[in-house]
């Protein structure tokens, strides 16, 4: 399984949120790139990195952030926040980012259709839930449909990665939803990467064996619960 840690981006600086809630913020580094090479030195094999700003105004604002980042490291970035069309999704590309993440996009059958069609390998879905429903811009808007139901929508389209987020476990140190988790792996057709909530080590041994093909780490990392090395090896 791969180990991922998440790198947010907020108006320049690396924070975390709490529940995805944009005035529960924590700064943990004002210099994104010096954050990118730490995880990388630590043994990281790809960064997920999320335009915070991006997510919630529709297109991204922090590509500054974003191109430092690249520069600063050897292995490969996702990104995801604000990348609603083909065309930003094909800007971020030539930032030198390896993979795309589209939410509020997918659950747009004809963007996504256009995006996926267009990009294909290059495309990861974010579904992120709250309490089983799919939210949406930067998880401000909920929505009915489920998680499992967009799921199948995207692998049908095309779509091999779905990072799947339970957003009342992000950022609180509260362990997976390993239930919802489950139900994913089993019920798509596409490689599954959870988010949200891992804390121990024990977390990423119960993510691993529930099937995940990665696990994206960020608050427990930024706040030394976890030690990327420990994770790491956890998830062999």
């Known amino acids: 399984m791969e180990i991922i840690p998440a790198i947010d981006l907020r108006g320049g600086n690396c924070v975390r949120l709490v529940q995805g809630r944009y005035d529960r913020e924590t700064v ?20 997920h990195v999320v335009d915070l700003d991006g997510a919630r105004d529709g297109e991204p604002k922090n590509l500054d952030a ?5 520069l600063a490291v050897k292995i490969p970035v996702q990104l995801g926040g604000g990348i609603r069309t083909l065309e930003i999704a094909r800007r971020a590309l ?3 980012v390896q993979r795309v993440i589209i939410g509020t996009a997918a659950l747009d059958p ?4 256009t995006i996926i069609e267009d990009l294909g390998e290059s495309v990861v879905a974010g579904i992120d839930t709250r309490r089983g429903r799919v939210a949406a811009r ?3 808007d909920d929505t009915e449909m489920s998680a499992i139901e967009l799921g199948r929508r995207l692998a049908a389209a095309g ?3 779905i990072v799947f987020t339970d957003i009342m476990h992000d950022g609180m140190l509260v362990g997976p939803n390993l239930p919802a988790l489950r139900e994913m792996v089993e019920g798509v057709d596409a490689s599954i ?8 080590v024990e977390d990423v041994r119960a993510v691993r064996d529930a099937g995940a093909a990665g696990a994206i780490i960020g608050t427990a990392l ?6 990327l090395k420990d994770v790491l090896e956890a998830a062999c």
């Open 222 to 227: 930024y706040t030394g619960r976890l030690d």
């Open 110 to 113: 004809e963007v996504a259709k």
């Open 159 to 161: 779509v091999r990665w």
């Open 28 to 47: 943990f580094s004002d210099d994104p790139a010096a954050t990118a090479k730490r995880w990388e030195a630590a043994g990281a094999q790809r960064l």
């Open 94 to 96: 030539d930032l030198g």
């Open 193 to 200: 990467i959870a988010s949200g909530g891992i804390t121990t």
């Open 66 to 70: 974003v191109t430092a980042i690249v």
């Open 138 to 140: 930067g998880w401000l």
